[in-house]
C-alpha cells in the first residue's frame, strides 16, 4: 500500500514566523513531488512541486526534497494570515502515463497575528 | 491558466435518484480524475481517466461510474444516491508528461447532499 503521511495539525505559527510543514512517503520510486494549498471551503490550488533532491525556492516558499530519507517539507517564510489554509503533499509514483497522485490527509496551519 | 469547471457548486438531491456531475477542462489534459473529499478522509480518488474513453477504478468506485466521451469532459454518475454519498466532490485535469511532472488542476468543487 503506497502512502503518504503528514500531521494533521494543526500547526499553529505566529505571524511572520517561519511554518514548517512535513511528509514522509513509503515508495522509493517515487518521482514527483508536490505541494498543494486549500482554504476551507474551496478546491486544492499548486503551490510548487519538485522532482529533484534538495531545495526549490519561490518566493516564500521553498520545497525541500530528500529521496534518500523519503521525505519532503514545504517552508513558508514571513507567514501572513493569509497563509492559513490546509496543505496537502502528493506524490506520483512509479512512471506510468496516468498522472494518478497519492495525497497525504493534510496539515491545518494556523498563523496567529 | 488551466481551468476546469463543474456542473454545480451546490446539489441537493434525494436517495434513490440517479445524479450526473460533469467536469470540463479546456487545456487539452489527457487525464481527468474524480474525487470525493469527507473531513478526517481526505481526498479519495473515486474513477480515473488516462484517454477518451477508457476508465480505471480509483479507491472507492463502489456505487458510482464515469463516462468520458469527449476528450475535455468527465463525468461522475451516481446510479442510485445514498445518504452517504454525501460529500465535496473534485474534479481535476492533468497533462500526460513523459517527464512526470503530472500537475493536477482542480475544478472548484461541487458539494452534493443527498437526503
Known amino acids: 500500500q503506497k502512502e503518504v503521511e503528514q500531521n494533521s495539525g494543526p500547526l499553529s505559527v505566529p505571524e511572520g514566523a517561519i511554518a514548517s510543514l512535513n511528509c514522509t512517503y513509503s515508495?522509493?520510486?517515487?518521482?514527483?513531488f508536490f505541494w498543494y494549498r486549500q482554504y476551507s471551503g474551496k478546491s486544492p490550488e499548486l503551490i510548487m512541486f519538485?522532482?529533484?533532491?534538495g531545495d526549490k525556492e519561490d518566493g516564500r516558499f521553498t520545497a525541500q526534497l530528500n529521496k534518500a530519507s523519503q521525505y519532503v517539507s514545504l517552508l513558508i517564510r514571513d507567514s501572513q494570515p493569509s497563509d492559513s489554509a490546509t496543505y496537502l503533499c502528493?506524490?506520483?509514483?512509479?512512471?506510468?502515463?496516468?498522472?494518478?497522485?497519492?495525497f497525504g490527509q493534510g496539515t491545518t496551519l494556523q498563523v496567529k497575528p | 491558466d488551466v481551468k476546469v469547471t463543474q456542473s454545480s457548486r451546490y446539489l441537493v438531491k434525494r436517495t434513490g435518484e440517479k445524479v450526473f456531475l460533469e467536469c470540463v477542462q479546456d487545456?487539452?489534459?489527457?487525464?481527468m480524475f474524480w474525487y470525493r473529499q469527507d473531513p478526517g478522509l481526505g481526498l479519495r480518488l473515486i474513477y480515473f481517466?488516462?484517454?477518451?474513453?477508457?476508465?480505471e477504478k480509483g479507491d472507492i468506485p463502489e456505487g458510482y461510474s464515469v463516462s468520458r466521451e469527449k476528450k475535455e469532459r468527465f463525468s461522475l454518475i451516481l446510479e442510485s444516491a445514498s445518504t452517504n454519498q454525501t460529500s465535496m466532490y473534485l474534479c481535476?485535469?492533468?497533462?500526460?508528461?513523459?517527464?512526470?511532472?503530472?500537475?493536477?488542476?482542480f475544478g472548484p468543487g461541487t458539494r452534493l447532499l443527498v437526503l
Open positions: 502528493a506524490v506520483k509514483y512509479g512512471s506510468s502515463n496516468t498522472g494518478k497522485l497519492i
Open positions: 487545456m487539452d489534459h489527457e487525464n
Open positions: 481517466s488516462y484517454d477518451v474513453k477508457m476508465k
Open positions: 519538485i522532482y529533484s533532491n
Open positions: 481535476a485535469s492533468s497533462r500526460r508528461s513523459s517527464g512526470g511532472l503530472e500537475t493536477q488542476y
Open positions: 515508495d522509493r520510486g517515487s518521482q514527483s
